[in-house]
């Protein structure tokens, strides 16, 4: 990435986290984060989150983000690392160690041949 970019990006965050929370209607022929449990464990999430009170670090509840098939995903920028989460432990995991410590939680990474959608 171009250093002018990272410098931008790093001006208003060091790491913004997404969750997808979105529900599609009964019905749909494609499933959603939501019918997975998505905003239970983002909501139990951001909680941890605020609790850390990490420096330059958002967490925001998002739309669809286009990997519905290993869903509940989350990305975390400016690095575009993917995952793909069951429980809440998951979440704070990635939390503790990825925010935290700056390492990526390998098991819970998205997969680039599983179904996006
Ligand atoms: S519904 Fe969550 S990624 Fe599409």
């Not at 989460?85 to 390998?106: F, N, P, Q, W, Y």
């Amino acid at each position: 990435m171009n250093s002018n970019v990272s410098n931008k990006l790093a001006e208003h965050f060091r790491a913004h986290l997404f969750m997808c929370t979105n529900r599609r209607p009964d019905g749909h022929p494609t499933s959603s984060c939501a019918e997975r449990g998505a905003q239970d464990m983002a909501e139990a999430a951001r909680k941890i989150f605020k609790e850390m009170n990490l420096e330059k670090t958002r967490f925001n509840y998002a739309g669809c983000l286009g990997r519905c098939g290993q869903g509940p995903v989350l990305v975390i920028y400016p690095e575009g690392v993917w995952y793909s989460v069951k429980t809440s432990a998951d979440i704070e995991e990635i939390l503790s160690l990825h925010l935290r410590e700056g390492k990526l939680v390998e098991r819970l990474l998205t997969s680039v041949e599983a179904p996006q959608v």
